[in-house]
């Protein structure tokens, strides 16, 4: 039943009990809502799924007033707001979805203190009129939930963020807790100082999702290698996919459902009803896999997804684990699958050429993208380069494929000479730029009408490389881009050579590769 309009509760352990019917609490929620109960400010850096909504749901249902949410998914408010209303919580949200009526009704129950929690959209909070309106209520406290989105270092910046910092000035008696899911130690001092919350106390759990096995595999046939990956493990299980466009998740999801995975896409081309069915089966039916593009799957709540598989680069780490941070939930074995090859570097890079804003901007996608990569390439545990991204130090895992199967390294000096001699030869002596392609033809000494044509057999490098597969020669270009001895340039793609390439061709560096694994050899049985 409902309970009364002004009824609060006395500790935090019976609102957890009564409210929520927990019998205790996960990790350090009991110190984090002992702080912000106490008055104190707060800023909470825990992975998906530990449990932040309690850590201001409680001190809300405690404290004198109403709890102000601020929260960038719109879209989800609703869902949140029914979710505690059904507990019996006095929750409700103002956003632009609303209508006068509704909007009016909820500023009423604020202001005659007969809300618990109230969501509101960061950019309603810029406003003087809001503002004022909240000053005529109570305040319990601030929750800023997504808290890196006011970073504009972090991978998600949102300018309507940067309106938080003067909740300190204008209710300096109203505690504040911060609360995200990705931070590095950058972005975590960054929010602290745009925020104002120097005084508060941090509570950083670890970033660490045991029960996900991290794997990263060469991209050949991406959806002939994700039907193999799904059918070998997670026959009939609910999962989400990953792609960067509009086009690959409708063809991926079509081709998944032709070889009997009960795939669904969506993506932000897609009207808003069908999204919203869409989501809805994914929630309540077994075995459904989402294909999407990334606006699909921030804040939703379903704890047995067991896998998240990338079939294109994310593009930064904060972002992939973000992504793979919805499977496993529940804590049961889950998998983070990546798929990866050579177009995907050639295509961000030349993605953030093009990109609007300033250099600085595409610094930082560029710094981003340079992480991706880094651990995509890396020969050492997978977990332990990601928890260091977030500024945690741990220990080899076993439960990731370079853990399970490490990768052999080699000398690719050579190899690296080789085709960097080629491009500064295409250069210097034809005053040509080509793509990978072409570069790898005439280091395997193959006749094609492109090589006649540009008589490229009369190069010094022609032939040189036929030790190495094509395959193999992809690998080693891919691998050369990611660690920034090759760049690609213009609309094309088209290879050229950087600073530390000269090093290599001078003989005063080597160059370290992982060995490609063989594969694409097993295509999908029975896939059309
Ligand atoms: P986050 O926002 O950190 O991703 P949630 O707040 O959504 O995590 O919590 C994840 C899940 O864990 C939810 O289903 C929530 O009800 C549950 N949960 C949170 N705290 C506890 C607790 N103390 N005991 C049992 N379940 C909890
Ligand atoms: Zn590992």
Same mark, same amino acid.
């Given at each position: 039943?409902?309970?009364?309009?002004?009824?609060?509760?006395?500790?935090?352990?019976?609102?957890?009990?009564?409210?929520?019917?927990?019998?205790?609490?996960?990790?350090?929620?009991?110190?984090?809502?002992?702080?912000?109960?106490?008055?104190?400010?707060?800023?909470?850096?825990?992975?998906?799924?530990?449990?932040?909504?309690?850590?201001?749901?409680?001190?809300?249902?405690?404290?004198?007033?109403?709890?102000?949410?601020?929260?960038?998914?719109?879209?989800?408010?609703?869902?949140?707001?029914?979710?505690?209303?059904?507990?019996?919580?006095?929750?409700?949200?103002?956003?632009?979805?609303?209508?006068?009526?509704?909007?009016?009704?909820?500023?009423?129950?604020?202001?005659?203190?007969?809300?618990?929690?109230?969501?509101?959209?960061?950019?309603?909070?810029?406003?003087?009129?809001?503002?004022?309106?909240?000053?005529?209520?109570?305040?319990?406290?601030?929750?800023?939930?997504?808290?890196?989105?006011?970073?504009?270092?972090?991978?998600?910046?949102?300018?309507?963020?940067?309106?938080?910092?003067?909740?300190?000035?204008?209710?300096?008696?109203?505690?504040?807790?911060?609360?995200?899911?990705?931070?590095?130690?950058?972005?975590?001092?960054?929010?602290?100082?745009?925020?104002?919350?120097?005084?508060?106390?941090?509570?950083?759990?670890?970033?660490?999702?045991?029960?996900?096995?991290?794997?990263?595999?060469?991209?050949?046939?991406?959806?002939?290698?994700?039907?193999?990956?799904?059918?070998?493990?997670?026959?009939?299980?609910?999962?989400?996919?990953?792609?960067?466009?509009?086009?690959?998740?409708?063809?991926?999801?079509?081709?998944?459902?032709?070889? /009997?995975?009960?795939? %669904? $896409?969506?993506?932000?081309? !897609?009207?808003? =009803? *069908?999204?919203?069915?869409? #989501?809805? &089966?994914?929630?309540?039916?077994?075995?459904?896999?989402?294909?999407?593009?990334?606006?699909?799957?921030?804040?939703?709540?379903?704890?047995?997804?067991?896998?998240?598989?990338?079939?294109?680069?994310?593009?930064?780490?904060?972002?992939?684990?973000?992504?793979?941070?919805?499977? /496993?939930?529940?804590? %049961? $074995?889950?998998?983070?699958? !990546?798929?990866? =090859? *050579?177009?995907?570097?050639? #295509?961000? &890079?030349?993605?953030?050429?093009?990109?609007?804003?300033?250099?600085?901007?595409?610094?930082?996608?560029?710094?981003?993208?340079?992480?991706?990569?880094?651990?995509?390439?890396?020969?050492?545990?997978?977990?332990?380069?990601?928890?260091?991204?977030?500024?945690?130090?741990?220990?080899?895992?076993?439960?990731?494929?370079?853990?399970?199967?490490?990768?052999? =390294?080699?000398?690719?000096?050579?190899?690296?000479?080789?085709?960097?001699?080629?491009?500064?030869?295409?250069?210097?002596?034809?005053?040509?730029?080509?793509?990978?392609?072409?570069?790898?033809?005439?280091?395997?000494?193959?006749?094609?009408?492109?090589?006649?044509?540009?008589?490229?057999?009369?190069?010094?490098?022609?032939?040189?490389?036929?030790?190495?597969?094509?395959?193999?020669?992809?690998?080693?270009?891919?691998?050369?881009?990611?660690?920034?001895?090759?760049?690609?340039?213009?609309?094309?793609?088209?290879?050229?050579?950087?600073?530390?390439?000269?090093?290599?061709?001078?003989?005063?560096?080597?160059?370290?590769?992982?060995?490609?694994?063989?594969?694409?050899?097993?295509?999908?049985?029975?896939?059309?």
């Amino acid at each position: 039943a409902p309970r009364r309009a002004t009824a609060k509760f006395a500790t935090a352990a019976e609102a957890l009990s009564t409210v929520f019917g927990y019998d205790s609490f996960r990790g350090e929620q009991a110190q984090i809502i002992d702080q912000v109960i106490g008055g104190g400010d707060a800023v909470v850096l825990m992975p998906t799924g530990g449990g932040k909504s309690l850590c201001y749901q409680i001190p809300s249902l405690v404290r004198e007033g109403t709890g102000i949410v601020i929260s960038p998914l719109i879209a989800l408010m609703q869902d949140q707001v029914d979710a505690l209303t059904a507990v019996g919580v006095r929750a409700a949200f103002l956003n632009s979805s609303q209508d006068s009526a509704a909007r009016g009704q909820v500023e009423r129950d604020y202001l005659s203190g007969d809300l618990d929690l109230l969501y509101v959209a960061p950019e309603r909070l810029s406003s003087e009129a809001t503002k004022r309106f909240l000053d005529r209520g109570t305040i319990a406290l601030f929750a800023i939930d997504e808290a890196h989105c006011v970073s504009q270092w972090g991978h998600d910046f949102r300018p309507d963020y940067l309106a938080l910092s003067e909740l300190a000035d204008r209710w300096p008696d109203v505690p504040r807790i911060a609360l995200t899911a990705t931070a590095t130690d950058a972005t975590h001092r960054e929010l602290t100082t745009r925020l104002q919350l120097g005084q508060a106390r941090h509570f950083v759990a670890s970033f660490d999702r045991p029960n996900i096995q991290y794997r990263i595999v060469g991209k050949a046939e991406p959806r002939k290698q994700l039907l193999a990956f799904i059918r070998a493990e997670h026959q009939g299980d609910a999962g989400i996919v990953y792609a960067l466009s509009r086009k690959t998740v409708e063809q991926t999801a079509e081709f998944l459902r032709q070889n /009997g995975v009960n795939a %669904l $896409p969506y993506h932000a081309g !897609l009207d808003q =009803g *069908l999204r919203a069915r869409t #989501q809805s &089966r994914f929630l309540r039916e077994d075995g459904v896999v989402i294909v999407a593009t990334i606006a699909f799957g921030m804040g939703i709540d379903k704890p047995d997804v067991r896998f998240v598989a990338h079939i294109d680069l994310p593009k930064s780490v904060e972002g992939y684990y973000q992504e793979t941070g919805r499977a /496993g939930r529940d804590g %049961l $074995p889950s998998t983070g699958w !990546l798929a990866y =090859g *050579l177009q995907d570097v050639v #295509q961000q &890079r030349r993605m953030i050429d093009e990109s609007p804003g300033d250099l600085a901007h595409r610094r930082k996608l560029s710094a981003h993208l340079d992480a991706m990569l880094a651990l995509c390439e890396t020969v050492s545990c997978r977990r332990v380069n990601l928890l260091r991204y977030f500024g945690q130090p741990s220990e080899p895992c076993g439960n990731c494929d370079t853990c399970l199967e490490p990768p052999v =390294g080699w000398d690719g000096t050579m190899a690296a000479q080789k085709l960097l001699s080629t491009v500064v030869r295409l250069l210097r002596e034809r005053n040509q730029r080509f793509g990978a392609g072409q570069l790898i033809d005439i280091l395997r000494g193959k006749v094609t009408p492109r090589t006649t044509q540009h008589s490229h057999d009369q190069l010094a490098t022609w032939g040189i490389g036929a030790d190495l597969s094509d395959q193999q020669w992809r690998g080693v270009v891919r691998q050369l881009l990611a660690q920034g001895f090759l760049a690609t340039s213009g609309e094309y793609g088209t290879l050229v050579l950087t600073d530390a390439a000269a090093e290599v061709l001078a003989g005063r560096r080597t160059v370290e590769l992982r060995t490609e694994p063989e594969r694409a050899a097993r295509p999908a049985a029975g896939a059309r």
